[in-house]
């Protein structure tokens, strides 16, 4: 089955370093999505990209979050300068346009 | 602002069958009931979905009102492996690039298998 994959599964990172989270989504799919998940509270949304162009981003998508699609295969996530509070499990999903989501396993970044 | 109601947590024990129930009595004609699950330390993962017509797949099935108000996620057997968060989400593909067209994940419903 295919699957969505996710790179590094785990990354440590120190406060105001920037890190790149990446994804390969499923090869047929062109509706990608970042979401984060703190220890303990709700998926939430971050971001939805189609097209080459974000579709929408939620509130906790400022200006030191941004996305790539740098090839036809991978889909990166940016966070310029890490915070404490970005700590958090991040997940990649992709879909088709009326499809369910495929999410990855995630990333868990720790800002120390 | 919730679209979706579902209880904060069910038991089952091992084998029976389970009903998820979700409340969505403001859906709209274009929104899809989505069902996704998360195990514990896991990533989401999709369940099913439909829109009008009940559907099943090898998880689950989906029972779907007849005035789309509300709907059933039925795991017919469950296993030890179902113990989830169980999230029922509307996600109206008609409007994709709007927030209603990305899936937004509420609490969900805690489910717990006995032996």
């Known amino acids: 089955e295919p699957e969505v994959t996710q790179t590094p599964s785990h990354q440590v990172t120190q406060m105001g370093q920037e890190v790149i989270l990446r994804c390969v989504p499923i090869?047929?799919?062109?509706?990608f999505y970042w979401y984060r998940q703190i220890l303990g509270q709700k998926v939430e949304f971050l971001v939805s990209f189609y097209n080459n162009e974000i579709s929408e981003k939620s509130e906790i998508f400022d200006d030191q979050f941004s996305v790539e699609r740098p090839d036809g295969s991978n889909f990166t996530l940016k966070i310029r300068s890490t915070k404490l509070e970005d700590s958090a499990m991040y997940f990649c999903a992709s879909s088709i346009r009326r499809g369910g989501y495929t999410f990855g396993s995630g990333t868990r970044l720790t800002v120390v | 602002d919730a679209k979706t109601t579902q209880p904060n947590s069910m038991e089952s024990n091992e084998e029976e069958p389970v009903h998820l129930p979700c409340n969505h009595s403001?859906?709209?004609?274009?929104?899809?009931i989505h069902w996704y699950r998360q195990l514990p330390s896991q990533g989401p993962e999709y369940v099913i979905h439909?829109?009008?017509s009940n559907v099943n797949n090898r998880m689950a099935s989906l029972a779907i009102a007849e005035d789309r108000k509300s709907s059933t996620l039925i795991l017919h057997r469950a296993t030890l492996r179902d113990a989830a968060v169980y999230y029922c989400i509307l996600r109206d593909v008609e409007n994709y690039g709007g927030s209603q067209g990305n899936l937004i994940f509420g609490k969900g419903t805690k489910l717990s298998v006995k032996p």
């Open positions: 090869s047929n799919h062109l509706y």
């Open positions: 439909g829109l009008t």
């Open positions: 403001t859906i709209s004609g274009t929104d899809y």
